[in-house]
């Protein structure tokens, strides 16, 4: 299946892995991309000597195409954005703000870059700048997430701007991409049903609390702190919330207390003082399997319903 972004980004299957913090490694990353899609190394908060040893791994593990999420709000940023030059990235998604102080270094290098955007008005602005593409993500995402719902915010942005739009937040099938595509969108972005992906090296626990969850079975706190974050309920996010609703309990003291909270889910497995971020789409999860089975699953199922006969709606 060829597709605008298909053909940017030299795939085969129209499917981006979300840049995950603490999870998405050079061992999922390497996964997806050697399946069709593309994988993504997450940056997160991590220094520039972690990030150059992933790429490095990831290209050992895969001679296709991969990219890396640069989360803006890190301290390492400067340092990041350079590495992603030095190492030849090919590729470069963005989160957590604006990335228009490194585009022209990045374009220079001849890297793709393709923010996530959560309104209108940031994929105009990105769009001005000269990125390549969009990725316009609905708040039934895990993490951190803005207001608008997947169904009116790709839309609207596929309205808005010229560039391919990738559609996230609430996709986790072949039923999830053919409404991306209904919607404008040239290619989706997953993260939460790569999160059981056998290469993933998140801990068990994690992977049980997805394939465990229900349609009701996350939450958004931190909104208080002006970022609110989707993550499945548990002892963590009933006391955060339990803390967030009580005015004697000071914005310090909140931050204080999500500090760590992500790795203690993803690597230690703590579950009852981890912060499992996922999306609500989790309680379609139900099985833990590979990244190949899943890009398959959900090429399957957007082809069948493509070639469907829909008289009988």
Known sequence: MQTKVTKLLNIKFPILQGGMAWI????????????????????????????????????????????VNVMLMSPHADAVAKVVVEEKVPVVTTGAGNPSKYIKIWKEAGIIVIPVVASVALAKIVERVGVD????????SGGHIGELTTMTVVPQVVDAIKIPVIAAGGIADGRGMVAAFALGASAIQMGTRFLVANECTVSEAYKQKVVSAKDISTVVTGRRLGHPVRSIKNHY?????????????SNAELEELGIGSLRRAAKDGDTENGCFLAGQISGLVKKQESAQDIIADIMQGAEKLLNKNWNNL
């Open 237 to 249: 996010t009933n006391n955060y919330a339990k803390l967030e609703a009580d005015s004697s309990y």
């Open 133 to 140: 593409a969009v990725i316009a993500e609905g708040c039934e």
């Open 24 to 67: 998405a490694d050079a061992s999922l990353a390497s996964a997806v991309s050697n399946a069709g899609g593309l994988g993504i190394i997450a940056a997160m908060n991590a220094d520039a000597d972690w990030l150059r040893a992933e790429i490095k791994k990831c290209r050992a593990m895969t001679d296709k195409p991969f990219g």
